[in-house]
Structures are given as C-alpha cells and as structure tokens.
Nanobody, 122 residues
C-alpha cells in the first residue's frame, strides 16, 4: 500500500511559477514510478508528466513540455512538479499517482493522491 499526499497548489498569475510536491509513504513508495495528472471541471483526467523509479527517464505532455519539470528525491520519498510560465489553461486539480511503470495512461497507476488545486489567473 502506498499513500500519496500532494501539496503546493494555489493561485498564481499567468506567467508565474508553482512547485507541487507529492509525499509518498508505504512499503513500495521508493520503488514506484510516479506520474502527475490534472483534471479541469468538465474534462477528463489528463496526463501531465511521469518519471521512472530511478528518475532517469521522464515523460511530458506536449502542452507542458519545456514549461514543467518532474523530478524525484527517493531519499525523501517525494516527487515534484515544477511549473513555470503558467497559463490560465493550466488551471486544474493536479493529482500524483504511483504505479509499477511510468506511463502516459492513468490506467497504469495503482495509487492516487487526493489532488491539489492550481488556479492561474489571466
């Protein structure tokens, strides 16, 4: 069992930056691939970024590539999503997820956090 807790969301102006954190606990937290997804009102949950267990491979949605950076600190069992040059369309609830393999599909992830709201004002 893995427990995930996101933090770091909030309100920011367009062009600003935020860093989301996802603290993981549980027996397999350090051996899980991690992903970030987001869901805006009325929309499906969408892939944002993913990182392999060791952190040597990362994947991004085209819409956030070159603006967002995913990273992990396995010693702290924490995954980060650094978001820069934020746009109003980035507004959503952001979820972190853990699973056996880094994937763009939400179906690949077994454990999910409760979500953190990010709102970008224009």
């Amino acid at each position: 069992q893995v427990q995930l807790v996101e933090s770091g969301g909030g309100l920011v102006q367009a062009g600003g930056s935020l860093r989301l954190s996802c603290a993981a606990s549980g027996r397999t937290s350090s051996s899980s691939a991690m992903g970030w997804f987001r869901q805006a009102p009325g929309e499906e949950r969408a892939f944002v970024a993913a990182i392999s267990r060791s952190g040597d491979r990362t994947y991004y949605a085209d819409s956030v590539k070159d603006r967002f950076t995913i990273s992990r600190d396995n010693a702290k069992n924490t995954v980060y999503l650094q978001m820069s040059s934020l746009k109003p369309e980035d507004s959503a609830v952001y979820y972190c997820a853990a699973g056996p393999l880094a994937s763009r599909s939400f179906r690949a992830y077994v454990y999910w956090g409760q979500g953190s709201q990010v709102t970008v004002s224009s």
